[in-house]
């Protein structure tokens, strides 16, 4: 920190803004630039600061005159108390911490004082580095504020997700897949939920939590695992399939289709009933990763579906570049069917099987009108509220044998 010894208005200025940081151990305004930055004289003091402050902190604890740190303190604790707290609750640490200070000031003196002089004589130079001064600070201390702001949000999204995990339990829901067509087709998509440790259910908003904190493929593997172990009450044997989304960041993973082979054994879940779901997000991603492993995944046996399509990321050339099993229609694509020229793109979207082999199918439908339109559309496999909400396992899996159930029925009935 530039000591307290100047008159210029524009240091102290400085000095005073600073202060409010200095109080709660927050120096990297201080220590990051800006003495180098406004002079480059300052640059000896600021390397021989933290030396001359280290030999002074270590030969003291040596000889004993001062406790040595025994106690982790928070990195905001203001100084003074920090110096206390380290040392065993000992006032000779916050006695070190202002002869430390001190002696900064006295290494920093003589050069500001340096700097300061020839700066002072030449006005029109003073001027022009005035205003060069005021940019760059007000330009650092917003990427200060920035940078602050991003920490502490960063912290209370830890908070929250730390919390998540050990209070509450994140939980699978699952929502059919009709095949109009087809009473013997039984598939989902599995929906990510948490549970706190109230039993309240809570929808899927900590994903972007997880995204803030570069955990999202941590979140994938878990979901994966969570899946997995639940397809064991599924009826798989009887064809059942069940889809799983992932992130951008785990199919543009090297590592994602092994990680997913050694859980596929694990749980001795035949790879033909597993479904991998992919968003047109994804695919902004690592194009030739993500297309050797949509390849390997269905080489194991694992379909690859396009989610949200329509959402207003991908193209159709990406229909073409990358070889999905399956394309679902985003829900958004319907809200426009009411006007003939939405009544037309959709009816366009609906032959992209014809064009690519790829399965569709029709999402969000909600109304018995949506339903005839898709259906007159020439798609038969249709997912929505209309059919079903999301169910927790137990009734995903009542739903599988009552369509069973009522499959045998039907067969029976036309055997007779």
Known sequence: MHPPFSREKRHIALALSALPLV???INELLLFGLPIIFNPTLILPFVLV???SFVLVYSVMALGLVNPVSTIVDWMTPPFLSGYLATQNSLAGSVLQIAVIALGVLIYRPFYLSY???SSSDSKGILRKMEIERSTLKSFLGDVNQSMGSYISKHEVSQRISKMMNRGEFVMFYQPQVNVKDSTFLAFESLVRYRDEYGNLMPPSFISDFQILGAIKQLDEMVIDLVLADMKAFPVLAGCKVGVNISAETISDRDVVDNIAERLHYYKI???SLEIEITEEALLEDHEQIS?????LQRLGVKVAIDDFGSGYASFPHLLKYNFDKVKLDRSLLL?????RGQNLYQLLAKISEVTG????AEGIET???KTFVESCGIDTCQGFYFSHPLALEDAVAWSKQQMKETALETLESAE
């Not at 790829?358 to 199918?361: E, G, N, Q, W």
């Open 368 to 370: 018995d009108t949506e």
């Open 50 to 52: 933290p030396m001359v």
């Open 292 to 296: 050797r492993n949509i390849n390997a």
């Open 116 to 118: 300061a002089g020839k």
């Open 358 to 361: 790829c399965a569709l199918v």
């Open 270 to 272: 035949p790879p033909t």
């Open 336 to 340: 426009n069917v009411k006007e003939e």
């Open 23 to 25: 109080m709660f151990n």
